[in-house]
T-cell receptor, first 116, second 114 residues
Framework: GAGVSQTPSNKVTEKGKYVELRCDPI?????LYWYRQSLGQGPEFLIY????????DSGLPNDRFFAVRPEGSVSTLKIQRTERGDSAVYLC??????????????FGQGTRLTVV | AQSVTQLGSHVSVSEGALVLLRCNYS??????LFWYVQYPNQGLQLLLK??????LVKGINGFEAEFKKSETSFHLTKPSAHMSDAAEYFC????????????FGQGTTLQVKP
C-alpha cells in the first residue's frame, strides 16, 4: 500500500495485560513517529525514530511504554501492564527524512486501544 | 518550548459561509506551522504548512492560512464552506531546529449546516 498502515485497527485488552501495536511506514521513509490521541484532545508525541534508533523518546509517559524499529522500517509500540488510562488512539506517522521542522508527516489511521 | 492554542473546540457555519478556525502558537524559535484535518475514521491529512516562505499559505480544498508573527497566529480560512468540510481540524507547531516532532492543539470540530 502507498500509505502508513497500522494494525490492529482496534484492540480491546484487560487491565494488566501486555499489548503490541504495529506500524508499517511508507516505503523509504526514514523517520517514524508515534503519537497518542485521547478523546477530545489533539495528538501527543510519544517517540521519534530516525532509522533504527530512537532519537527522541521524551514523550513516553513511563517505563511501561517501549517502542522498537529493529530494521528501520516496521515499528512496534509495546505497552506492559496496561491501565485503563492507556485507552486512546495510537497514531503512527512517517516522513522522508524527519530532519528539520518543516517536514510533512504522513499519518496512519491509528489503533484504538481500549483497556477494560 | 512550543505550544498551540486553538480557540473554540466547536465551530458551526452554514454551507457557503466563511470558515474561520483560530490558532495561536508559542515558540522560542521561528516556527513551522501546520494545519491537519481528520475526517471520521480516517488518519490526519495535511491541509497546508508554513515554513518561513510566503506568509499567506494556500492549501488543499480551498483552505488558506496567514502567518502573523506580531499576533503569534496562524488562523485557517475558507471563503465558502462545503458540507464535505465537516471534520476535526488540528493546528500544530514544529520547532525549526528539531526533528519534525509536532505539538498539536486540542482541535476544532467544524460543523457545516445545510
Amino acid at each position: 500500500g502507498a500509505g502508513v498502515s497500522q494494525t490492529p485497527s482496534n484492540k480491546v485488552t484487560e487491565k494488566g495485560k501486555y499489548v503490541e501495536l504495529r506500524c508499517d511506514p511508507i516505503s523509504g521513509h526514514t523517520a517514524l513517529y508515534w503519537y497518542r490521541q485521547s478523546l477530545g484532545q489533539g495528538p501527543e508525541f510519544l517517540i521519534y525514530f530516525q532509522g533504527t534508533g530512537a532519537a527522541d523518546d521524551s514523550g513516553l509517559p513511563n517505563d511501561r511504554f517501549f517502542a522498537v524499529r529493529p530494521e528501520g522500517s516496521v515499528s512496534t509500540l509495546k505497552i506492559q501492564r496496561t491501565e485503563r488510562g492507556d485507552s486512546a488512539v495510537y497514531l503512527c506517522a512517517s516522513s522522508p527524512s524527519g530532519v528539520g521542522g518543516g517536514t510533512e508527516a504522513f499519518f496512519g489511521q491509528g489503533t484504538r486501544l481500549t483497556v477494560v | 518550548a512550543q505550544s498551540v492554542t486553538q480557540l473554540g473546540s466547536h465551530v458551526s457555519v452554514s454551507e457557503g459561509a466563511l470558515v474561520l478556525l483560530r490558532c495561536n502558537y508559542s515558540s522560542s524559535v521561528p516556527p513551522y506551522l501546520f494545519w491537519y484535518v481528520q475526517y471520521p475514521n480516517q488518519g490526519l491529512q495535511l491541509l497546508l504548512k508554513y515554513t518561513s516562505a510566503a506568509t499567506l499559505v494556500k492549501g488543499i480544498n480551498g483552505f488558506e492560512a496567514e502567518f502573523k508573527k506580531s499576533e503569534t497566529s496562524f488562523h485557517l480560512t475558507k471563503p465558502s464552506a462545503h458540507m464535505s468540510d465537516a471534520a476535526e481540524y488540528f493546528c500544530a507547531v514544529s520547532a525549526s531546529s528539531n526533528t519534525g516532532k509536532l505539538i498539536f492543539g486540542q482541535g476544532t470540530t467544524l460543523q457545516v449546516k445545510p
